[in-house]
T-cell receptor, first 114, second 112 residues
Framework: AQTVTQSQPEMSVQEAETVTLSCTYDTSESDYYLFWYKQPPSRQMILVIRQEAYKQQNATENRFSVNFQKAAKSFSLKISDSQLGDAAMYFCAYRSAHFNKFYFGSGTKLNVKP | DAEITQSPRHKITETGRQVTLACHQTWNHNNMFWYRQDLGHGLRLIHYSYGVQDTNKGEVSDGYSVSRSNTEDLPLTLESAASSQTSVYFC???????????FGQGTRLTVV
């Protein structure tokens, strides 16, 4: 089974600053998808951003962007201009292009300081 | 709007009792999943289904079962609840053309 590792259990960032959350994964497949999900205190899982492995260009969604390094099997999330509403648990996830199963990391709790 | 709903949102049960958590989706997705979320472990896959009458074990399936009699529902049953099954449970679904998983709002289960 694929494994997803988030080595930072908790991080803090000052409001308006930039923070990067790390994620690495282990797979022997060449086609797959990677995701970052946000889980605020409401418990709802919200998709933040996705990356297709066949795309070399890093995905961007407004203040959220990723640094996808396929050879290194690394998929970090950068949040620019951090806002108080960004405070949440963030999960990195992997999905094979051929098998519809999702594997999740252990999560990183992001605190945003005013 | 299509959605995926779980019920109940919260439940307290006693050790040894049978418990069923409901999951209903209106996306018409073939693929449905049950995860449990525990601190330090993220989301771990319990069971999944790729269509009616299809069910498969995930990485933490012991003590749990599912059945899929229609496209919309995938109920999760704890045969004999144990304290180790105290957790937050998430149901999710995805379609053939969708790359992402859509989640329900979660069920917090406490076994006392």
């Amino acid at each position: 089974a694929q494994t997803v590792t988030q080595s930072q259990p908790e991080m803090s960032v000052q409001e308006a600053e930039t923070v990067t959350l790390s994620c690495t994964y282990d797979t022997s497949e060449s086609d797959y998808y990677l995701f970052w999900y946000k889980q605020p205190p409401s418990r709802q899982m919200i998709l933040v951003i996705r990356q297709e492995a066949y795309k070399q260009q890093n995905a961007t969604e407004n203040r959220f962007s990723v640094n996808f390094q396929k050879a290194a099997k690394s998929f970090s999330l950068k949040i620019s201009d951090s806002q108080l509403g960004d405070a949440a648990m963030y999960f990195c996830a992997y999905r094979s292009a051929h098998f519809n199963k999702f594997y999740f990391g252990s999560g990183t709790k992001l605190n945003v300081k005013p | 709007d299509a959605e995926i709903t779980q019920s109940p949102r919260h439940k307290i049960t006693e050790t040894g009792r049978q418990v069923t958590l409901a999951c209903h989706q209106t996306w018409n997705h073939n693929n449905m999943f049950w995860y449990r979320q525990d601190l330090g472990h993220g989301l771990r896959l319990i069971h999944y289904s790729y269509g009616v009458q299809d069910t498969n074990k995930g990485e933490v399936s012991d003590g749990y079962s599912v059945s899929r009699s229609n496209t919309e529902d995938l109920p999760l049953t704890l045969e004999s609840a144990a304290s180790s099954q105290t957790s937050v449970y998430f149901c999710a679904s995805s379609g053939p053309g969708d790359t992402e998983a859509f989640f329900g709002q979660g069920t917090r289960l406490t076994v006392v």
